[in-house]
């Protein structure tokens, strides 16, 4: 995974407006609230075994599993995608910007690895379509892991262990260790990384009393005021565009002028300062928030984003019902048992330190 914009790990609302012209998703009377959130969200699958047409075998989720911890990956052996990418900070790195290949930082901050595979896209300005061509990028990023395709290949073939870890998990295959395959294994680990049984997830379930009347509150905020027009679905967000400052230009300690987002990719002057909608899952684990990590209060966020992306000031109790209703998004956290790496061999590349 990378660095990306807009919300380190995710934000809250984008404005109805920048979504659907100007209507906006109003929430019913509170005895239909329930019915409501249904409409616009879904739970999350209890495993990721019921995920719709994932296939991935076991013993491709294991070398996944080994390779997103393997800081050989990287020319330095300090990094690894879980360097950036900790599962037990919320899929993040709890910094603003993430270090790099000789202490480079990167131009974004790191997003939440956890849900990842239910983004319609991957980065914050959508170059990658999934998570597959998404998990080579930083590994060949000169910023990042700094290593070469031919040297990913080289390297894994000089670490014995390895040989007969890609056999297994690409079975049939004559000449199995490849930088594709490292990106499909990788991949297909990162599937495994989702935080069902959220508070929200019960409630959606038929749970009534899963949220307290103070996050259901803030739920009907959260729809009334337009922010699940697009913060909605099974990940809240994650499955559109949308413009940073729809309405009103953020500050540019969040939205740096020289960052222009999607434009960069598709060189559209129309997708200037436009960028994924980040998924708001698990949210109060993921701070900093925005590309600068330049937020470290759930509540500042919210109020940054009421405003670009609403045109609203949204006051303290409206913010505090929102925040509380977002502590609902955060899940089971995945258990991971990191794995016991290949020992390298007598070829393997030594460390690149200078």
């Known amino acids: 995974m990378s660095r990306l914009l807009l919300v380190g790990a995710a934000v809250l609302a984008v404005t109805a407006a920048a979504c659907s012209g100007n209507q906006q998703v109003t929430a019913p009377a509170a005895d239909d609230l329930m019915k409501a959130a ?11 075994k019921d995920i719709p047409g994932n296939t991935a075998s076991e013993d491709l989720i294991a070398l996944g599993a080994m390779l997103y911890h393997d800081p050989r990956l990287s020319a330095s052996h300090a990094l690894s995608c879980a360097a950036c990418h900790n599962i037990g900070l919320g899929g993040g790195d709890d910094a603003s910007t993430s270090v790099g290949h000789k202490w480079q930082l990167g131009g974004r901050n790191a997003p939440t690895v956890l849900n990842a595979t239910f983004n319609f896209a991957q980065f914050w300005d959508g ?24 040297h990913i290949v080289e390297q894994l073939k000089s670490i014995p262990g390895y040989a007969d870890a890609f056999a297994k998990a690409f079975p049939g295959q004559k000449d199995p260790i490849s930088a594709q395959n490292v990106s499909i294994a990788i991949a297909a680990f990162e599937t495994t990384l989702i935080t069902p049984n959220a508070p929200f997830d019960q409630y959606l379930n038929g749970k009534a009393d899963a949220l307290n009347p103070v996050q259901k509150e803030g739920l009907k905020l959260f729809m009334d005021k337009g922010c699940a027009a697009c913060h909605n679905g099974i990940n809240i967000g994650g499955g559109m565009y949308a413009k940073f400052g729809a309405v009103a230009a953020p500050d540019a300690k969040y939205r740096p002028v020289a960052d222009k987002g999607r434009m960069a990719v598709t060189k559209d002057p129309a997708d200037e300062y436009v960028y994924k909608v980040p998924t708001l899952r698990n949210v109060a684990l993921t701070a900093p928030y925005f590309h600068t990590g330049s937020a470290w209060d759930l509540k500042e966020a919210i109020k940054v984003m009421g405003k670009a992306q609403l045109g609203q000031d949204i006051n303290d109790d409206e913010t505090g019902k929102i925040a509380a209703f977002l502590e609902t998004l955060t899940g089971d956290q995945p258990k991971v048992l990191v794995p016991i790496l290949p020992p390298s061999g007598p070829d393997t590349t030594r460390p690149q330190r200078d």
């Open 127 to 150: 170059r990658a379509k999934d998570l597959t061509e998404q998990a080579g990028g930083p590994i060949v990023n000169p910023v990042e892991m700094a290593s070469p395709p031919e």
């Open 38 to 48: 249904q409409a616009q969200f879904k739970p999350l699958p209890a495993s990721y």
